[in-house]
């Protein structure tokens, strides 16, 4: 019998139809409690606080998608940090230069996670734990004490909303090309986190070596004897999850316009990067899952802190709901898991 094509979606997409459903109903009663709820200054001020973890979440979407995890991703994210405090500043040149060498330091980070696993034959538990220590490490060298100085205009254009990027650049008649009006309040966060994935995540999930990702994740032994490109595909993995690490960072350097190599603030985002994943309806079995999907659980953990604020709740509490909420979200994962995999998937 044949299927609407919405229900066969809704079949296959289960745990990202029903992150979305949660976001939708979360944010929709925020917006409901929050005294200037539904205004373009709130939606500026929620992107910017979900713009960084939504990039090191889809860093950590990609090693999950293959069955491990990467326990750098925060370190490597701390360390970009630092170093965009201290070049993201200086002539239009100069800033776009030390935004390259800040992306190309995170890639380049992701790339020795991919060698050592690879030609290592490390587990990526193992090897990406010992990574973030030298990142942190590196960081302390970087920035010894939280500061730094990136540059006004910057900040100010991409922590605001469209109209303010075009006043700051004098671009589209200073914001107020008739063109423009109907985009003019959305948060430039969001639009720049939706151009990265449009540009990057999207091709590569599309590519032979973003299918062979998930063909690692759902059976390795099988996507070996297919032969696909098994190496390849962790290489560039892990390469991808630097870069995604290395954009949250500097973000974070250009929304806070400096640098703090906080070790504390590097687990933190490590952890918060693995409860969007599952929230995101991603399994940590590999194989099934995205980093869209992870946007939407990002999203989900900012709106559970949002509530913090506009119910006064004690801030001392949210570990202990993260904690649970993480929980929770990770026992409905292993429930969906043991009724779509066979029972030797459940030895791997």
């Known amino acids: 019998m044949h299927q609407p094509a919405w229900k066969r979606w809704l079949q296959q997409n289960l745990g990202f139809a029903s992150a979305l459903l949660l976001l939708a109903v979360i944010y929709l009663v925020y917006n409901m409690l929050h005294p200037r709820g539904f205004s373009s200054a709130v939606a500026v001020q929620n992107a910017n606080e979900t713009a960084a973890i939504a990039f090191v ?109 075009a006043d700051t650049y004098g671009l589209a008649d200073g914001g107020d090309a008739w063109w423009l009006r109907p985009f003019a309040d959305i948060p430039v966060p969001l639009v720049v986190v939706l151009m990265v994935t449009a540009l990057v995540w999207v091709p590569f999930r599309r590519s032979v070596t973003g299918r062979t990702v998930y063909a690692i994740g759902s059976a390795e032994g099988a996507a070996f004897m297919s032969g696909l490109p098994i190496a390849r595909a962790k290489i560039a993995a892990f ?76 801030p001392l509490l949210q570990p202990l709901i993260e904690g649970l909420v993480l929980l929770t979200a990770v026992s409905f994962g292993a429930i969906r898991t043991l009724r779509v995999k066979n029972k030797l998937d459940l030895f791997r």
């Open 57 to 165: 979440a889809m860093a950590q979407t990609i090693p999950v998608l293959m069955g491990g995890l990467d326990l750098s991703i925060g370190a490597v994210m701390t360390l970009t940090n630092c170093i965009a405090s201290e070049l993201v500043n200086g002539s239009p040149t100069e800033i776009v230069f030390g935004m390259i060498v800040t992306l190309l330091s995170g890639t380049a980070f992701g790339l020795a996670n991919g060698l050592i696993v690879v030609y290592g034959r490390i587990q990526p538990i193992i090897a990406t734990l010992a990574t973030g220590a030298i990142a942190i490490g590196l960081a302390l060298i970087v920035r010894p004490k939280p500061g730094g100085d990136v540059d006004g205009d910057l900040g100010w254009a991409l922590t605001n909303s469209v109209w303010d990027f």
């Open 239 to 314: 390469t991808l999850a630097g870069f995604f690490a290395a954009c949250g960072g500097l973000y974070l350097a250009i929304q806070t316009s400096s640098g703090n190599a906080d070790l504390q603030q590097a687990g933190a985002y490590t952890l918060n990067s693995i409860a969007a994943v599952v929230l995101g309806g991603t399994s940590l079995l590999g194989g099934i899952g995205g980093a869209v999907a992870s946007l939407v659980g990002a999203a989900i953990l900012r709106v559970i802190s949002f509530y913090f604020r506009i119910l006064d709740i004690d």
